[in-house]
């Protein structure tokens, strides 16, 4: 799957923004940052949306997350693009 | 010119069984992402009027991601002859994809299927929808589970954001669907919809957004069912994993245990004893023994092997194997089996949604390749389709093995599934490694767990032991009076006589194991079957066993792989199992006899 992905533009100020994989399991966070990618943004994963991570998957498979009501697995290089802040 | 009604939505909100409930056909119906991965086409009367009702696979947008998803887009986009509105840089993988499309006028409506207990999830491509200017109607489906979740929408003030008519339904039960009727009669009529006095929604992620926060409202606290708890234990490595295998071995176990049950108790004493010895007596009476009379009732005589292998060694675990599936697809665990092993299958270049194809391969490989339109890179159908090829033997072929082998030894016929599998990892490795592909990066929608509904599930069982009736049983007679016709006539012999350097020098069998070799590449079990009444050693009835299992895949499995792909594929796998086959076969019949 060809993804176009945004640069990545870290803001030093802001240091606890971590990628999606870094969030723990039952912990949430807000998006600040994702690739542009028409499939993540209809299942739910958008700028300012909350997610909550569900758990991490063995021998490397996905990242299980809820945005709202819905649970989706993603990828592990694709949870790395998202950059979110925990709350 | 009859009208056409279009239905579309989000993956797995139920499109398919309202076209059921409208249309009276069977297409599938099941609780994943990409069930339909083909268009399928009906009728309907509505007051006298015949219209057809046009079911294709589910998507988020108009983009699609997978060869399953461009049927589907090309319905709309070709039809209303503007091209895909691109919001956003298209992630379209499928540039191979050749989907054609009979594309001669835009359909009259388009009835727009929303998932009322996943709201959002369908709303992005509606507004699309909307943009296009396509005559639309929702159906708010599945308020069911809406209700459960402790969800309320707002149905007029929805239809009000929208201008367009809204109308709730619950598929499974068929309510709401006359209700339905009403409103596509009432949109074809009213032909000419004007929209223009209202301002149009822009398909924007911010118009989605706030039509959710007018229309959509939840029960605070939520309501948290059983249905999380379960999610929990199913979806999670622990005890997920655990509970996985035992899953797994209760299915296969099921499958074998039921399947068994119904051959000994039902189907065998009704044709042994009831069906085949009058036929047997009918013939010898009304022909003169020879010939003739051996092919209809000697010993490959099509009234006794022809109807005893299909319906006392195949019948059983074709009912046995498909109710077991209809239960797990319906249930929902089929997605979470796949994000579990997610990580796994990944190393043989799959993701984990791979699993569905190649178990709908334990049933018959045809539906199998199809499925894997639904998988979102063509390295991946390539490889789930050499797989399903190769070494995944179709309900048939597994009825033919535990006939063969179960009774004589269990520990042979467990030995032939694990070594399938070990070849199927070894492939899925090298093909990983060879076929070029870009990175897998998944991202799949797990769906609501559901209790499967009895009526749901008797309902495909019926479809299925009918498909089976027209296209297992009826070949496998057909393929069974072939092997008659050329076994009494001599030319199984001479066939026999000219390979037999192959079967016996090169795969240590008895000459006459070269008739499964010749009926095996008209159908899958019967590169089996043939075996069970020659008087086999266990290595070499598990020589035989895997011989038969890499065998040429059945010639409708390489025509669909012709369809699906390029006719040069299918030469190519028709040379890989043979080959396969016989290297592999030599090598055992050569290495078990150090050790037997
Ligand atoms: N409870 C409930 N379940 C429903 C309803 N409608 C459909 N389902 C179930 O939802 C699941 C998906 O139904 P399908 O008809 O296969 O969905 P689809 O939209 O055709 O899915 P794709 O072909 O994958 O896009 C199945 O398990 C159905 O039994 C409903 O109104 N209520
Ligand atoms: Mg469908």
């Known amino acids: 799957m060809a993804l176009k992905v945004e640069d990545l533009k870290l803001n030093v100020e802001r240091d606890n923004r971590v990628s999606l994989l870094e969030l723990s399991t039952g912990n949430n966070g807000i998006v600040l940052d994702v690739p542009d990618n028409i499939m993540l943004s209809t299942l739910g994963i958008r700028k300012g949306k909350m997610l909550h991570c569900r758990g991490h998957q063995l021998f490397g498979g996905p990242v299980v997350i809820k945005t709202g009501d819905r649970q989706i697995a993603l990828h592990r290089r694709l949870a790395e693009k998202i950059t979110i802040q925990p709350v | ?596």
Not at chain 2, 460 to 480: E, F, H, N
Request: contains cysteine; aromatic residues 8%; neutral net charge.
């Open chain 2, 1 to 596: 010119m009859n009208k056409t009604i279009l239905l579309m939505g989000a993956p797995n909100v139920g499109k398919s069984a309202i076209f059921n409930r409208l249309t009276g056909l069977n297409v599938r119906v099941a609780n994943y992402t990409g069930t339909t991965v083909d268009f399928a086409s009906g009728t309907m009367k509505l007051d006298s009027e015949i219209i057809n009702l046009i079911d294709v696979p589910g998507t988020y947008s108009l983009c699609a991601t997978c060869e399953a998803e461009r049927v589907a887009v090309e319905m709309v986009c070709g039809k209303t002859g503007k091209d895909c509105p691109r919001t956003a840089p298209p992630v379209c993988c499928c540039d191979s994809g050749n989907v054609e499309v009979d594309l001669d006028k835009p359909p009259d409506l388009i009835v727009y299927v929303l998932d009322a207990g996943n709201f959002e999830g369908g709303l992005y491509l509606l507004l699309q929808l909307l943009e296009l200017e396509a005559p639309l109607l929702v159906a708010l489906n599945r308020s069911d589970l809406a209700r459960e979740k402790g969800y309320f929408i707002d149905i007029e003030a929805l239809s009000e954001q929208l201008n367009i008519p809204v109308v709730p339904t619950i598929a499974v039960s068929g309510d709401g669907l006359d209700h339905l009727r009403e409103k596509i009669l009432a949109s074809l009529g009213s032909n000419e919809q004007k929209r223009t006095e209202k301002q149009q929604l822009k398909a924007t992620w911010d118009n989605v957004e706030k039509i959710v926060d007018q229309v959509f409202f939840k029960r605070e606290p939520p309501v948290n069912s059983n249905r999380d708890k379960w999610d929990q234990l199913l979806t999670r490595p622990w005890p997920g994993l655990p509970l996985a295998a035992v899953i797994m071995l209760v299915i296969f176990a099921g499958i074998v245990g039921i399947g068994m049950g119904l051959r000994q108790f039902l189907l065998l004493p009704l044709f042994r004893g009831l069906i085949i010895p009058p036929l047997v007596m009918l013939v010898s009476e009304l022909l003169p023994p020879g010939i003739i009379q051996n092919i209809f009732i000697g010993e490959y005589g099509f009234l006794v092997k022809g109807l005893e292998w299909p319906f006392t060694l195949v019948l059983p675990y074709v009912l046995s194997f498909y109710t077991v599936l209809n239960l797990v697809e319906d249930s929902g665990y089929m997605p979470r089996l796949a994000i579990l092993l997610d990580g796994l299958f990944n190393r043989i270049g799959l993701a984990g949604s791979g699993i569905i194809p190649l178990t709908l391969g334990y049933g018959c490989g045809i539906p199998a390749i199809m499925a894997s339109r639904s998988l979102s890179s063509r390295k991946e159908r390539l490889i789930v389709t050499i797989l399903v090829c190769l070494a995944v033997p179709c309900i048939s072929q597994t009825g033919a093995f535990i006939a063969l082998l179960a009774a004589r030894s269990a520990a042979v016929m467990i030995s032939v599934f694990l070594f399938s599998w070990l070849v199927m990892i070894t492939a899925g490795l090298i093909m990983n490694r060879f076929i070029k592909g870009e990175q897998l990066e998944s991202m799949v929608e797990i769906p609501d767990l559901l209790l499967p509904r009895l009526d749901g599930i008797m309902k495909k069982l019926y479809l299925r032991l009918k498909l089976y009736i027209t296209d297992g049983a009826l070949p496998m007679i057909g393929a069974v009076a072939v092997a008659a016709v050329l076994y009494e006539t001599g030319i199984m012999a001479a066939l026999g006589r000219a390979i037999s350097p192959l079967v016996t020098g090169w795969l240590r069998l008895p000459e006459e194991a070269a008739a499964p070799l010749v009926l095996g590449i008209l159908r899958r079990e019967l590169s089996v079957l043939p075996l069970i009444d020659l008087d086999l050693t266990t290595l070499q009835l598990f020589t035989g066993a895997i011989v038969g299992l890499f065998y040429v895949p059945c010639i409708a499995i390489l025509a669909t792989v012709a369809r699906e792909f390029k006719p040069l594929f299918a030469l190519f796998i028709l040379l890989l199992t043979t080959g396969l086959a016989f290297i592999v076969g030599g090598v055992i019949a050569r290495l078990g006899a150090l050790f037997m």
